[in-house]
């Protein structure tokens, strides 16, 4: 018998089966009839049919539809089957966009009556059953009822509009805040609503702040000058900046200059070079000047570019606003010429060895000396300095009346040697200068230090040696300008500078007022702790107002003179036994009337015992009256709670310092530190950004998660501040609303860019 007739016989035995209900060997018998025939549409249609009848195989008749769709897929009826059998299972979503896919491939009703009548019927089904058991389900789960509800309601608030409630000082404010760290927030602002582009568009402070980067610098130019009619307050070039772009920037720029107030380059030196000479004597009012020269991949570090002075010829004529001033990757040199040049006779070593004081003014830094006058802060970075005298610039900060801030970092100062000059010049040494208003001085470099020999600094707070005295401090604290500035020193960082331990002592007796000390690895033991440790002499107790301290790095100190030094600087201070051996053998053994003392603890951490009162029988003769027995007792109390404990103490990598000892410091101290990572950290080391150790907490701010905390003030660099969660306002609001005068110029369009110092305003 051939093939096809057996196939034939067994697609009528399966028909039989169909008609009395025996759906398994329907399908078994319409299953052989297609080893037969191979796929045949109509055998697998009945298959299919078959197969979905039995609950158990309709994942197979399913399986059997999509092996149809896959040799048909033009075949409407394939996609019928499919839709039959997902509607068996009562998956609805399914079933019902597999009918509407037979319907698109199926006849119309003017082609074939009755199929299309069939598709709509079970269309109809799937969507009536589907409506029925979403409402089933629904009314079961009340759960489920309300989550529907809740996702209904937030599609309708969803579809309501509330842009339209921000007040226009509201918009305003979010506006100067979020430009803050984001210069292209208030283009992004401008752009959610016409409402809200034509409050702030309108709003020309909003759009003094001209940033350049890697994209569209030309169009930023064009907007924001047309939006600010030409009174841009500050400029911005930053690293990523398009090089491309350079000379059509600076011309496009060039009129709107005079009202600058805020420069900022950071970029390569042949675009340094190029927006100088456009820019060359054209700002009349700028307050704020940053250049930072980024050296190429095949630069040597240093200076990479020369600039025309020390303010990069960029002033007016007239110019007398400049307050801050950094370089970074400079060179510039002091305008020696035949005309101004010291006299050789009366500068250089010579027989007679006299000098012509006066000459050492004549050669100026700039194009005009007063252009110095105003400057405030000064941070010199990676810089050579061309003056006339070797390893001295201090004629430049001369120029500076001033100066509070002075910052100094890998220095290079090379003397200026003119055709008729054959010997080097030397200051004459009754040729001093004062830096009356100078209160922070650091610096990072170990050639070019600022020499207090003929420098005076009256009002100096804080001293920033960090890393300037790699081979030791020499005589750098006896210079004759030291002296003066003693007795107002707060803040004093030595981190690794070799020092000696017995004259750093001598030199900190000389520092009454002195609040910080870091001493970071410089090889210090624990005689410098016991040398700090209070002992209720005032002529003798180093560093009275000491409240921070920073000993990272030196591994011989250990715990126990660290909790020593605590403990005592506590309004309490440290409770001490007799100074004599005898005395303190006599307190441990015991008498007829008092028992033996137990031993006291191992542990230098452990808590100390409460030491009953001594009661002193005296005559009654020479007891004091009671009421001057108070008083006295009030002084001293007075007295000894007067002088501040330790409240900030930085111990990384003192690997000698025991593994409980910052838990147990830290129920004295506010803040401990004890990192010991392979990789140091300076910030917390040097008391500086979020862990400084001047930072204004109070008696009510408490610790933990719930106390106040420290948050990174916006537009700054390393800029932090104190957020009061305990009712302490900082700026007390006198009257209801906000003005843009009374927020700081930090917050709004002017942020501190790059300020190396942002941090020693706390």
């Known amino acids: 018998m051939s093939k096809s007739a057996l196939a034939k016989e067994y697609k009528e035995m399966g028909m039989e089966y169909w008609k009395e209900g025996d759906y398994e060997q329907a399908w078994k018998n319409f299953d052989k009839a297609l080893n037969f025939t191979g796929k045949d549409f109509v055998i697998m249609d009945y298959k299919a049919a078959a197969m979905c009848k039995m609950p158990a195989w309709r994942r197979h008749a399913l399986e059997v539809s999509n092996e149809m769709i896959r040799t048909w897929p033009q075949n409407y009826k394939c996609y ?234 960029l002033l007016d004529y007239e110019a007398t606003s400049l307050r801050h001033l950094e370089l970074e990757g400079c060179s510039f040199r002091q305008k020696v010429t035949e005309r101004n040049a010291v006299d050789t006779q009366a500068t250089a070593v010579s027989t007679s060895g006299e000098a012509d004081d006066n000459d050492f003014d004549k050669a100026p830094w700039t194009d005009q000396p007063f252009h110095l006058s105003s400057i405030k802060h000064l941070s010199l970075v990676r810089c050579q300095i061309y003056c006339a005298l070797p390893l001295d610039w201090s004629d430049l900060v001369q120029s500076m009346p001033l100066l509070t801030t002075l910052h100094s970092e890998d220095l290079t100062s090379t003397p200026i040697l003119l055709d008729n000059q054959q010997q080097i010049l030397h200051r004459p040494n009754d040729h001093d ?99 700090l440790e209070r002992k209720g002499n005032p002529s003798t107790d180093l560093l009275p107002n000491l409240t921070a301290l920073s000993i990272a790095g030196n591994l011989e100190i250990t715990s126990g003179p660290l909790r020593r030094l605590v403990l005592s600087r506590l309004p309490g201070g440290l409770k001490r036994t007799s100074s004599t051996p005898q005395a303190r053998t006599s307190s441990t053994r015991g008498t007829a009337f008092r028992p033996t003392a137990p031993p006291s603890r191992s542990s230098p951490f452990a808590p100390s015992r409460p030491k009953p009162p001594t009661v002193t029988v005296t005559p009654i003769a020479s007891r004091p009256e009671p009421v001057s027995t108070s008083s006295q007792t009030s002084n001293s109390s007075s007295q000894a709670t007067a002088l501040p404990s330790i409240a900030w103490l930085c111990i990384d990598h003192c690997e000698r310092i025991e593994s409980e000892a910052p838990d147990a410091l830290r129920r004295k101290v506010r803040f401990v530190s004890h990192n010991l990572s392979a990789k140091p950290v300076d910030m917390r080391i040097r008391g500086k950004g979020r862990w400084a150790w001047d930072a204004e907490y109070t008696g009510d701010c408490g610790q933990g998660e719930s106390g106040c905390m420290l948050r990174r003030t916006p537009g700054t660099r390393d800029g932090w501040h104190v957020h009061h969660t305990c009712g302490i306002n900082d700026v007390p609001d006198e009257e209801p609303g906000w003005t843009k005068s009374q927020i700081p110029s930090s917050q709004m369009g002017f942020p501190e860019l790059g300020s190396a110092v942002s941090t020693d305003s706390w």
């Open 433 to 531: 200068i004062t830096l009356a208003k100078l209160e922070s001085y650091s610096s990072m470099t170990t050639s070019a230090l600022l020499s207090f020999e003929n420098v005076s600094v009256p009002s100096l707070k804080h001293v920033d040696l960090w890393r300037a005295f790699p081979f030791g401090l020499s005589n750098w604290f006896a210079a004759p300008g030291w002296d003066i500035a003693r007795p107002s020193l707060i803040s004093l960082d030595l981190g690794h500078c070799v020092v000696n331990q017995h004259k750093l002592l001598g030199v900190l007796s000389k520092l009454p007022g002195l609040k910080f000390l870091n001493v970071s690895y410089c090889a210090l033991d624990n005689t410098f702790l016991e040398a």
């Open 80 to 313: 019928y089957r499919r839709a039959a059998i997902l509607y068996t299972a009562k998956r609805y979503d399914g079933a019902l966009t597999t009918v509407q896919k037979a319907i698109n491939l199926g006849p119309t009703q003017a082609q074939n009556q009755a199929q299309y009548t069939i598709l709509q019927s079970l269309r109809s089904k799937i969507i009536f059953d589907k409506h029925e058991h979403d409402r089933a389900q629904a009314a079961k789960d009340e759960g489920e009822r309300a989550r529907q509800e809740a996702i209904r309601q937030a599609a309708r608030k969803a579809r309501i509009n509330y842009i339209h409630r921000l007040s226009p000082d509201v918009l305003l404010c979010i506006a100067e805040h979020g430009m803050a760290d984001q210069p292209g927030f208030v283009s992004k602002m401008s752009s959610v609503c016409k409402s809200w582009r034509g409050i702030l568009v309108n709003q020309k402070s909003l759009w003094n702040r001209l940033v350049l980067g890697r994209k569209r610098v030309m169009d930023k130019v064009r907007v924001f000058t047309e939006r600010t009619e030409g009174k841009i307050m500050e400029i911005a070039i930053t690293a990523d900046f398009d090089t491309t772009k350079t000379d059509d920037v600076a011309i496009a720029l060039r009129s709107v200059l005079k009202t600058v107030r805020r420069l900022s380059i950071s970029s390569d030196a042949q675009t340094l070079r190029t927006v100088l000479q456009r820019w060359k004597g054209r700002f009349r009012y700028l307050e704020y000047l940053r250049i930072e020269c980024l050296s190429g991949p095949h630069d040597l570090p240093g200076p990479s570019v020369m600039v025309p002075d020390v303010v990069c010829g």
